[in-house]
């Protein structure tokens, strides 16, 4: 049982969006910033966006973050096939001292 | 390039020890904290460990708490993460991920504790 609560999976159509919750408490998600991560198996995560909603360089602008309290939700438009993959959030917790992750949601683009 | 390369994975019984190493590159090593991150097979992702960029703090999840134990050693621009008494449960891809953000990884080393 991850602290983070994420969906398991979602699903869209190219071209859609789709949005990703990210649901925690006071001592993770609502007093620190929230990361999001794409993980193909087999291959490093890579990070999508960090303290809450600022995008890496080569990151393309369809993936979008937010955060409003103790929530956080990863957005993705235009959905493209090669989105398909699993996504985590993740943000730092005061009282465990370290990382803490969502349980991942699988995307899949139908 | 910036640059995490993670290696020292293999195949172990259980109770065994392993070393697994992180080498950095591309960036300047002594201001970033690095992290150990792993994945059991069909799981999702585990933070395990975390050193400070000066070593001063070093944090661990309570699941190798007492077995594994993380370090590293800025003029050689490396980490490491000592873990002993293995169980079954410790089998998954490890990887080395830099600073609080994890915003660079390694392409992870496969561990496999088996009897």
């Known amino acids: 049982q991850s602290v983070l609560t994420q969906p398991p999976s979602a699903s869209g159509t190219p071209g859609q969006s789709v949005t990703i919750s990210c649901s925690g408490s006071?001592?993770?998600?609502?007093?620190?910033?929230v990361n999001w991560y794409q993980h193909l198996p087999g291959t490093a995560p890579e990070l999508l966006i960090y303290?809450?909603?600022q995008r890496p360089s080569g990151i393309p602008d369809r993936f979008s973050g937010s955060k409003s309290g103790t929530s956080a939700s990863l957005a993705i438009s235009g959905l493209q096939s090669e989105d398909e993959s699993d996504y985590y959030c993740?943000?730092?917790?005061?009282?465990?001292?370290?990382?803490?992750f969502g349980g991942g949601t699988k995307l899949t683009v139908l | 390039e910036v640059q995490l390369v993670d290696s020292g994975g293999g195949l172990v019984h259980p109770g065994e020890s392993l070393r697994l190493s992180c080498a950095a590159s591309?960036?300047?090593?002594?201001?970033?904290?690095i992290n150990w991150v792993r994945q059991a097979p069909g799981k999702g992702l585990e933070w395990i460990a975390h050193?400070?960029?000066?070593?001063?703090?070093?944090s661990y999840a309570d699941s190798v708490k007492g077995r594994f134990t993380i370090s590293r050693d800025n003029a050689k621009n490396s980490a490491w993460l000592q873990m002993n008494s293995l169980r079954d449960e410790d089998t998954a891809t490890y990887y080395c991920?830099?600073?609080?953000?994890?915003?660079?990884w390694g392409q992870g080393t496969t561990v496999t504790v088996s009897s």
């Open positions: 006071n001592s993770n998600i609502g007093s620190n910033t």
């Open positions: 591309g960036f300047t090593f002594n201001a970033y904290g």
């Open positions: 993740a943000t730092w917790d005061d009282n465990l001292k370290g990382v803490i």
């Open positions: 050193v400070s960029s000066s070593s001063m703090t070093i």
């Open positions: 303290s809450n909603n």
């Open positions: 991920a830099r600073a609080r953000s994890l915003d660079v």
